[in-house]
């Protein structure tokens, strides 16, 4: 009695007629019942109670948005052939700067994924947008590779990551293998050979390899040989090395994969990097053939490690002076890149 007493007077106070006491009544144990809302109540009740709406069950709901606000709320993006050719225009550049000056512009190869990350969330479904779901992948990656030379492994993980998940909304089964074994490296400079080997492996599956070209599909067998030779499998390991040699085709490069270089030159240093990192004395015929090669030396990354396995082939086998020269070479090469991950091996390697 006492409180509707009070919700009538509140209820005159601020200019409105109350009801009389039998509506009151009626009106109140609706409310308590939960039959009725008192929304015309709102003020006469947190006053009477001196609690704020929130305690008392009032809830503040935004209208929803008219169908004409929506325009200005969203971004709608249509992609076309032209920006996807501009997307990977621009992949490929930063691409070529990287051969050149390594990790001094992973903030532009960043910045460029985050650009093409914000295009796809915004844009119509469509062939283009697929296409242009495989340039973000492989510019992630991209940056996800300059992220692990610049020793960062966590940062190189998530951007394989964002490279992943591209891919497959792109459905590209050869742009999602080179990602997904190109992010073991993450795990092999973690010092988790065997987790990397279990990840490439899960990206060079047969059924996978008779969906990708030749030249990845030895660039896969070349990797997955590394891998297992950092594991310490050596058997393995040769045998996928004898699959990469049988695969690789003619030629540097394939207009399907832009994003992979691989000849004979190259698979001759990898291979040269196996057995270096397995203690082979063979090793150092392999990483002096490929060192020969004037396609490894378009990169300075790529010459700092062949000179890094060509030392410690070398120091294996007994040859101290000649080990050093490479590493001294190996260490300028580092430094002008910016290559944490070849300084890491070069110091392992004077330490050793």
């Known amino acids: 009695m006492e409180t509707r007493t009070k919700l009538r007077e509140v209820r005159r106070r601020r200019g409105k007629m109350p009801p009389k006491d039998v509506s009151l009544k009626r009106m109140y144990t609706e409310w ?3 039959r009725v809302l008192p929304t015309d109540w709102r003020d006469e009740l947190c006053e009477v109670f001196a609690l704020p709406p929130a305690a008392l069950g009032f809830v503040d709901t935004a209208p929803p948005p008219s169908a004409l606000d929506i325009p200005s709320a969203l971004e709608i993006t249509r992609i076309d052939a032209e920006i996807v050719e501009m997307l990977e225009q621009q992949t490929d550049h930063y691409r070529l700067m990287d051969r050149k000056v390594g990790a001094a512009i992973i903030p532009q190869t960043v910045a460029h994924v985050e650009h093409m990350e914000k295009l796809l969330r915004t844009a119509l479904p469509g062939k283009h947008s697929h296409l242009a779901a495989v340039a973000l992948a492989e510019g992630a990656a991209l940056a996800g590779w300059q992220a692990l030379d610049a020793g960062d492994v966590t940062k190189a993980w998530n951007l394989h990551d964002v490279a992943k998940a591209a891919a497959r909304q792109g459905e590209d089964p050869a742009v999602f293998a080179h ?5 073991a490296y993450a795990l092999l400079d973690a010092g988790r050979a065997t987790e990397a080997v279990e990840l490439v492996q899960y990206a060079h599956t047969p059924e996978i390899a ?13 990797a997955e ?3 297992l030779a950092a594991a310490g499998q050596h058997r ?4 996928m090395l004898d699959q990469a040699a049988d695969a690789l085709p003619e030629g540097d490069t394939d207009p399907e994969l832009p994003f992979l270089m691989l000849n004979s030159t190259h698979l001759a240093r990898w291979r040269g990097h196996c057995l270096a990192r397995l203690g082979a004395d063979e090793a150092v015929d392999d990483l002096t ?19 890094v396995d060509l030392a410690l082939a070398l120091r ?4 101290i002076e000649g080990s050093k020269t490479h590493a001294q070479r190996a260490a300028e090469l580092a430094g002008s ?5 070849q300084r890491a091996r070069i110091a392992k390697l004077l330490v050793d």
């Open 316 to 319: 294996k086998r007994g040859d």
């Open 179 to 183: 990602v997904t074994a190109q992010q």
């Open 32 to 34: 308590e019942q939960g």
């Open 289 to 307: 053939r490929a060192l020969e090669g004037s396609q490894v030396l378009s990169s300075k990354r790529a010459e700092s490690g062949l000179r």
């Open 236 to 239: 393995q390991a040769l045998t």
């Open 210 to 222: 008779r969906r990708v070209p030749a030249r990845l599909r030895a660039w896969l067998a070349a």
């Open 337 to 341: 890149t910016g290559s944490a991950r």
């Open 225 to 227: 040989a590394e891998f």
